[in-house]
DNA sequence: AACGAACTTTGACGTGGATCAAACGGGACT
DNA sequence: AGTCCCGTTTGATCCACGTCAAAGTTCGTT
């Protein structure tokens, strides 16, 4: 597994310190992307995108957490991805969305007209290969992930995915490799679910067995600690640490 | 569901007669590519990539079937990807591989020494352009794939699969819209099992229902005739058919 | 403080698919 | 023709997870 590439599209003067801004960027890349861009906000719950919608803009996730899901007629429902910030939306060259994208929190994002954003892509090679670099990560994950959904189990399933959210979080405020940590959780129990391909149920029962066996603790409903996260990695039956180590 | 985007790296003189060789090739990215090209075959059965192994090479499926798959320690398996003749393998910009390849049939794959292919496309933004295009079809494919495993009955993931292999099919030898089809199964029960996140019993007890409820016919163990593909798509829960008709 | 709405936990029970096991082709060798 | 090997089918049983139902928790509102 290759540690994802650090790299996203974002303006000069966005408000994203999550990540350090690519160093590869040029500084009249940023005052372009800068000279199209608008900012967006939405509530918990909003839906962003609807599947089949046309797509006139693309752009980066500043704040807040979405989720991307495919639905079934009968209501079934699955999601495909998760968006933290610095995280890109969108498919240029693509008009339609394939997928929900709704808020779980309240959400800013940095929007870039489509067009002019394409543009800019033609003219600047740079932009088109961070965006190819970012495609293949997000290609990764969906395939990590398609091995989650077909062949872990309900527990694995779980420590899986909060391997995944701690991992995140770890990147996202560095503290060095350690083997502890807390963080919280930004899903409910049925957006857990959507993810993992289980029940809301199922979900609860885990999180009780995890807790119970010692290998989280709960204080509140959302927020988690882990003491050990190398038994966490094993849990989730992974073969490595999933990159968190360094 | 956007229809997937026709469009490949090819150099000019490889075989591939499946699909149009992509229309906005320039002569002299062919030429470029033809010059960094080099032929290989691999026998059915035998791994063309290692999970981890340095990839020094990029190329295009030729002729024949092989699988891109995502392995556990206790041997669990998760096919993630199946490649085609005309599909891509490799990474530009990662030195590792992610996933296991290995040929199912007999292969011939098209190959660009990783390098000069790399230099190739930083020099030709249209090379990195269709790239970027692939990568996104593949995300849709991989996405789409997420909800079949996580949501869909062992029946719904059958009719499924089905659904793939006779869409693909049908667009490497078009025929219009019909509703009838017959092809072969590229797969060993085995092997759709790990696609399909199942086992090969509950495979081959799916197989033998849709024959009894006639929504397939087989000939042998690998001829499958479809007397109604609406019927099949049905039967796969999707909401739409799939991009098949048209 | 009392209420209600949304989320979560827990229990009892049913079932779809996994597991274990055995038999059944069909093609490639003697 | 026989037999070996590999893939496939089918049967019997089990269990992880889904389903249905009820109670508990948290938090915002009156």
Redesign the interface.
Same mark, same amino acid.
């Given at each position: 597994?290759?540690a994802p590439?650090i790299s996203h599209i974002s303006c000069a003067d966005c408000p994203i310190r999550h990540r350090a801004v690519c160093a590869r960027c040029e500084s009249d890349e940023l005052e372009a992307l800068d000279a199209i861009k608008y900012y967006r906000s939405y509530e918990a719950g909003q839906p962003i995108i609807w599947s089949g919608d046309v797509m006139n803009f693309v752009g980066s996730v500043v704040s807040g957490i979405a989720t =991307?899901t495919?639905t079934? #007629?009968?209501g079934?429902?699955?999601m495909?991805?998760l968006l933290l910030p610095s995280d890109f939306v969108g498919?240029?060259?693509?008009?339609?969305a394939?997928?929900n994208v709704v808020a779980t929190t309240d959400v800013v994002m940095c929007c870039f007209r489509k067009k002019p954003f394409e543009d800019l892509?033609?003219s600047t090679?740079h932009i088109?290969?961070r965006?190819?670099?970012m495609?293949?990560d997000? =290609?990764?994950a969906?395939? #990590?992930?398609?091995?989650v959904?077909?062949?872990?189990t309900a527990r694995e399933k779980i420590a899986s995915l909060l391997t995944i959210i701690a991992r995140r979080d770890a990147s996202l405020t560095p503290r060095g490799a350690v083997n502890e940590m807390t963080f919280d959780l930004p899903l409910t129990r049925e957006a857990m679910a959507d993810y993992?391909?289980l029940t809301l149920e199922t979900v609860s029962r885990q999180m009780s067995a995890l807790k119970k066996d010692g290998v989280i603790a709960l204080e509140g409903k959302r927020r988690v600690s882990v003491p050990d996260m190398g038994r966490l990695f094993e849990e989730a039956?992974d073969?490595s640490d999933g990159g968190y180590m360094s």
């Open positions: 597994m290759n590439t =991307l495919q079934m #007629e009968d079934r429902t699955q495909v991805g498919r240029p060259g693509r008009d339609g394939a997928y892509m033609a090679p088109a290969h965006l190819l670099e495609t293949l997000e =290609l990764d969906a395939r #990590e992930w398609m091995l959904l077909g062949r872990k993992l391909g039956g073969d």
